[in-house]
């Protein structure tokens, strides 16, 4: 038997492993892993969310969209349930980015619960490091642009959340955006 720390440690050393060549898009060029880490925070300490496999699939979030990481090799080795939440939060990179961006809004209500929670959690992560500083060649439309975007995202996701969503709603109402 495993226990839960066990558990969350194997799979932030897995996603640290995975991510290790990449970094944020910042001017610092923080290292990617800070991400998911910070997605699995918000969802425990923000959220109140304590099922481990939502906390495992955050950290796990962006693998296969972002890494060589596929399905099958998270199913070995996390289990069916984490490896398909990470699924379901997973962009087609292979779609145009105006269709891939238009899925997301399409797709968000159909999602599980647990991934609805972890799409939250990654909008939050993103929109705070927006505000913090702009990523290296994005220009003020574009982060706005990104704003409106979201914002119709999670608008699909409402009703799963309440504290996150009251938080994601405070970010859109500073850039004029009603949730
Ligand atoms: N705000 C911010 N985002 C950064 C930074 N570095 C990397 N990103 C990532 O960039 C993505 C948003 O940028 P876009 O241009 O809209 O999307 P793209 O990378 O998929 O083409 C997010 O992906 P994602 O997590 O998969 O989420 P999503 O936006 O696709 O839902 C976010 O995690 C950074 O410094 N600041
Ligand atoms: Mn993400």
Redesign the pocket.
């Known amino acids: 038997m495993n226990s839960e720390a066990e558990v969350l440690l194997e799979t932030v050393h897995f996603a640290a492993d995975k991510h290790r060549k990449q ?4 001017p610092e060029e ?1 290292p ?1 892993i800070n ?1 998911p880490v910070g ?1 699995a925070r918000i969802l425990s300490h923000e959220g109140g969310v304590t099922d481990i496999e939502v906390l495992q699939a955050a950290l796990l ?2 693998t296969v ?2 890494t060589d990481t596929t399905h099958t090799e998270l199913e070995a080795k996390f289990g069916p349930v984490v490896a398909r939440i990470v699924q379901e ?1 997973t ?1 087609d ?1 292979s779609l145009p ?1 105006p269709d ?2 238009r899925a ?1 809004v399409d797709h968000a209500a159909q999602c599980s619960r647990q991934a609805k929670l972890v ?1 939250l959690a ?2 939050l ?6 505000n ?5 060649g ?1 220009s003020s439309e ?2 706005h642009e ?1 704003f409106v ?2 914002c119709e ?1 999670v608008r699909k996701l409402k009703g799963t959340n309440s504290v996150l969503e009251e938080k994601l709603a405070e970010l859109f109402r500073q850039r004029g955006l009603d949730l």
């Open positions: 970094r944020r898009k910042d923080t990617y991400h997605v979030h962006d969209e972002d939060v962009d990179k980015k891939r961006k997301q799409k990654d909008k992560y993103n929109l705070r490091d927006l913090r500083c702009t990523p290296v994005w574009r982060v990104y975007w979201a995202v």
